[in-house]
């Protein structure tokens, strides 16, 4: 065994996804098993091999009435292994994967699967109440939404660094860019700037464009104990950091709006123990449900410094000549963000986006990303995921080393 | 959010009660039980932020063009935290207009100075509860003004006004856009009925909020603190609830429960003056003062009126407060009449949505009976007549009736026109005359006279009589002046109007 595989939380053998969409065909059980089954295949494995689960979900109970998924999801795989649901609004999949690596640590289960799951679109007339429960019982008194806190990031970053409405639509036609060789993107389909600039106001200055969509879709990622992972795959991808963080609820709790401390801790924890630096990282998956979510993330990550975020990525999306990723040249490297289109184009499922990042990490160190593949000079050794629940009040941050 | 959810947290939303942490300086909204800065529990102090003209900034902002369902009726709107002294607090901003254009947020809504409002937030539905809170609007520093406690200096031996607070809409709507929108002749009412202009609240102001923001300018005129105030009346024909007191939301929201009593009067637009003897009373009687040192009377109404009716061109809204008691009285009372008979020119049955009234009806044997029926019988037990006054004030349904019965008791239109402001403000009904009392006051010299005359349809007419004190002149820097208030006013076409009135369906 490697040292890297010695140290490492757990070993992925196997991801699956659904397409994001709007699916009206599928139920939430549909979506949950068709991804299972698609990781199962890509592990080589059968179900009856997995000795428990791990579910994240943020809103099944409000938006189609299903509480209690582990036991929906039990009653259609007809097993009686331990399944943990696990909520943490927008990062529900990114804290299952975290407990699925302590498991499989622990030494408790040998090989444990890990579903995202969200059905949004059946409700579409609820969604942003939904939604809104991953704010403060303070804010939504006030009316505030989802895009509207975000909102108040965005409008307080612009206020302190001089960030640009252009700069933060360029977030968008990057990801959008990403997008259009992912068969399960939501929007495969490049974006000028002049549509998010001119895009509807949903809440200014948060125009629909630097939204991600609602979504339906899963994801499911299998883990197994690294020192038996060879037995199933030549190339097990070892999560080698986990960190996630808490902050408080309510945006107006907190000091500082233009970045989040739950980024910025989980970030720090990660790193630290998978031994890497901010040069060491090829790929990484950000939690952009809004473009200023991008911007602040790669700012609490240190990749730029603090309200460089902008103008750094304008210049990287405004010069970019090529057809597929658009790289971008960091001081500690050139890495790829959001490599399949990010939550914006990719789409955004709520529940399935944290162990999406993970698929989407899987697939470009294992090289099977098939046409978005992504081409850096050096070999894809690191992949990172950030996932971020409500306005920060919830994160975690993963990394994935091959 | 459920009935017992909003109850619970209401001194916060209602009074912006907060924390400060005593040991390591650190400030808190909503007020908390432990510092998390510094896990201090024991020396974390509450904070009101409205009280003292506390004055903020916004920090950031968003204007919400998709709310959830529960703040529909108010899209769009701007949802916001603003800065008070080192407490962010969130909030809404008011009084602000949203165009179909992108709002500057960081330009124009970041570091604007804002001032408190009580506003409504939202509503539980059609038969739901309303659920009120504080909103901040762009400051008028003209007007607002810093109040500390008031010193007393005299405590007379009979009890009369302490404090007066007017509080009067930033918006307003014109004559012409009313006859414009029906297709009438806006002269018939500029020179018929004396009529020009109308203040009109914002979509989320309601009785409710009137009262509250007079309350609170009476009592900062004042300078007591509002656990002082014993009893409140709010009267009023258009109160936010059919059944549900408008005087507990006030008597909480200027923080003077629960040791206070009250309750809501409804008489037409004599609802408030109505309760004026029962004011004073209370503090002049041996065994009642003990327990009423001051009382609190409220004439307040966003005035219904059928869309296109006569009553659309002159019904007006906002809120006027009076406080009674024996210290630093600035007008004394001397002496009271009331006169009273049935008579239906005016009135609204349980299901319906607009008042019904008797047209020409209104005149004569109503209003002009019963004013003057009231004024003679006082001035005749005061043995005085129109000229031992200094001014006279009337119930004001247009700017014609006032003038009409003023010159049939002998007066002058100089001792009219101080406190005739319908011309300008709309009939606000419950708060009509007392609005006339309290220009009047604004302007008025120590030692005048003041008649003041109230008509309420249905109906009746309550008369008093007033002369003011040096304590009047001595407090007046802390009012603000009604007249003041009206400057500046920004219109509403009868479209928007229509939509802050309700009568605007959708």
Known sequence: MTVRASRAYAAIIGCGRTKFSELWDDSMSDLMLDSLISALKTADIEFKDIEAMFVGNFIAAKIIDQGLVAGELAQSLGTHIPIFRLEGACASAGLAFYNACLGIKSGKFDIVAVTGVEKMTDRGEIVTDALAAAASNWERFYGNTFPGLYANIMARHMYEYGTTREQLAMVSVKNHQHAINNKFAQYPFPIKIDSVLKSPLVADPIRLLDCSPVSDGASSVILCNPEIAKRYTETPVYVTGAGAATDALALFAREDFTGLTATKLAAQQAFTEAKIEQKDVNILELHDCFTIEEVTALEDMKFVEKGEGGPFIGEAVDSFKGSKHIVYPCLSGEIVVNCGGGLKADGHPVGATGSRQICELWEQLVGIAGKKQVDLDTDLTTGVAHNIGGTGGVGSVHVLQI | ?506
């Not at chain 2, 009935?3 to 939303?13: A, C, G, K, Q, T």
């Open chain 2, 1 to 506: 959010m459920s009935v017992p959810y909003v109850r619970r947290n209401l001194e916060s939303r209602y009074r912006l009660i907060a924390s400060h942490c005593e040991t390591c300086n650190g400030n808190y909204f909503p007020k908390r039980k432990i510092c998390p800065k510094c896990g201090n529990n024991d020396h974390l102090k509450e904070v009101s932020l409205i009280e003292n003209g506390h004055l903020g900034y916004v920090f950031s902002a968003s204007a919400i063009r998709h709310p959830a369902t529960t703040h529909t009726r108010y899209a769009p709107y701007i949802s916001a935290v603003v800065e008070l002294d080192g407490y962010k607090v969130p909030t809404m901003i008011t009084d602000f207009e949203i165009s179909s254009d992108e709002v500057d947020i960081v330009n124009d809504i970041i570091g604007m100075a804002i001032e408190p409002v009580f506003r409504r937030i939202t509503e539980q539905g059609e038969e739901g509860v309303i659920e009120y809170g504080m909103k901040f609007r762009p400051s008028q520093s003209s007007l607002f003004k810093e109040y500390g406690p008031y010193t007393p200096k005299k405590i007379s031996r009979k009890a009369g006004l302490v404090s007066y607070g007017v509080y009067l809409p930033r918006y307003k709507v014109t004559v012409e856009q009313i006859s414009k929108t029906f297709g009438t002749n806006a002269e018939t009412y500029r020179r018929g009925l004396a009529l020009e202009e109308k203040g009109v609240g914002n979509l989320d102001e309601d009785t409710g909020t009137y009262s509250v923001e007079a309350a609170r300018r009476a009592i900062n005129h004042a300078g007591i603190d509002p656990q002082k105030i014993d009893r409140i009346w709010v009267g009023s024909e258009s109160p936010p609830y059919a059944v549900k007191p408008t005087t507990t939301i006030v008597a909480e929201a200027i923080g003077a429960t629960p040791y206070v009593g009250g309750s809501d009067r409804e008489f037409a637009c004599k609802a408030a003056t109505d309760a004026i003897p029962d004011a004073i009373a209370l503090v002049n009687d041996e065994l009642m003062s003990k327990t009423h040192e001051y009382t609190m009377v409220i004439g307040s109404d966003k005035a219904q009126a059928r869309p296109g009716d006569p009553l659309d061109y002159s019904v007006g809204e906002g809120g006027v407060a009076l406080i009674f008691g024996k210290t630093d009285v600035i007008a004394e009372p001397l002496g009271v009449a009331s006169y009273l008979t049935d008579t239906p020119d005016f009135w609204r049955r349980e299901t319906a949505k607009f008042p019904s009234h008797g047209g020409r009806f209104t005149g004569d044997p109503s209003y002009f009976k019963h004013v003057l029926g009231a004024a003679k019988k006082l001035m005749s037990d005061l043995e005085m007549t129109s000229k031992d006054f200094n001014y006279v004030v009337f119930h004001q349904p247009n700017g014609k009736f006032p003038i009409r019965a003023g010159t049939k008791l002998g007066f002058e239109i100089e001792q009219i026109k101080p406190g005739l402001m319908v011309t300008k403000c709309g009939n606000l009904y419950s708060g009509s005359s007392p609005l006339g009392f309290a220009a009047t006051l604004d302007i008025a010299q120590d030692n005048e006279k003041i008649l003041l005359v109230s008509y309420g349809s249905g109906a009746g007419s309550d008369a008093s009589a007033w002369i003011t004190t040096e304590a009047l002149l001595e407090k007046r820097e802390r009012t603000i002046p009604v007249r003041d208030q009206i400057e500046g006013r920004k219109e509403m076409d009868y479209l928007q109007y229509a939509r802050s009135k309700g009568t605007l369906m959708f």
